[in-house]
């Protein structure tokens, strides 16, 4: 039973326009939420995270938020860019060592 | 700093043999960890240690999986006897004791045929 859930597999978007990514997750002792960012042929890498304290944290052009209360988080990319054309995977721990995984949404930037 | 080495890239075997991935994590990385990447159901945990220990082996998936951690800088996944359905792609994955992020390595394309 996947305790998180991202329900879009896919995202096309026009360069210039925001991104949206969308997850989801069951388990209420979730603290710590990451997004990472995966090219093929490589492994995922760190892209910004936010602790359960905060709704909000941005990074440049990338932004999270977090709705507790919906079990829901969110990663904004704005602009996007066709560089941003990768698969993003979202992961919550409880314990900052067991990290539960999404299923990965594939972004599509078109120039 | 190399980052989290993995080997072989690619892995393609019969049904039934024996398969070791191996990693060599981030020098001075505390923690090791072993993930699992399948279209349905997305990276998933198999096993990770702390100081050469297995902490949490829950998420390996039945007892042909096994994996060990002789020293700091070595790791290896053994799959015996391998099945059609362990075809995935394995990665390993290390971080420092204070750090929560994980640095990944390019992962190993099991295909079991």
């Known amino acids: 039973d996947q305790q998180v859930k991202q329900n879009s597999p896919s995202l096309s978007v026009q360069e210039g326009r925001i991104s949206i990514l969308n997850c989801d997750y069951t388990?209420?002792?979730?603290?710590?939420f990451l997004w990472y960012k995966k090219y093929p042929a490589e492994g995922p890498t760190f892209l910004i995270s936010?602790?359960?304290?905060?709704d909000k944290n941005e990074d440049g052009r990338f932004t999270v938020f977090l709705n507790k209360s919906a079990k829901h988080l969110s990663l904004h990319i704005v602009p996007s860019q066709p560089g941003d054309s990768a698969v993003y995977f979202c992961a919550a721990s409880a314990d900052f060592n067991k990290f539960y995984f999404g299923s990965g949404t594939k972004l599509n930037v078109k120039p | 700093d190399a980052g989290v080495i993995q080997s072989p890239r690619h892995e393609v075997t019969e049904m039934g043999q024996e398969v070791t991935l191996r990693c060599k994590p981030i020098?001075?990385?505390?923690?090791l960890f072993w993930y699992r990447q399948t279209m349905m159901r997305g990276l998933e945990l198999l096993i990770y240690f702390n100081n050469n220990v297995p902490i949490d082996d829950s998420g390996m998936p039945e007892d042909r999986f096994s994996a060990k951690m002789p020293n700091a800088s070595f790791s290896t996944l053994k799959i015996q006897p391998s099945e059609p359905r362990d075809s995935a792609v394995y990665f390993c994955a290390s971080r420092g004791a204070a750090g929560e992020k994980l640095f990944f390595g390019s992962g190993t394309q099991l295909s079991v045929l």
């Open positions: 020098s001075g990385h505390d923690y």
């Open positions: 936010i602790s359960s304290i905060k």
């Open positions: 388990n209420s002792m979730f603290d710590y």
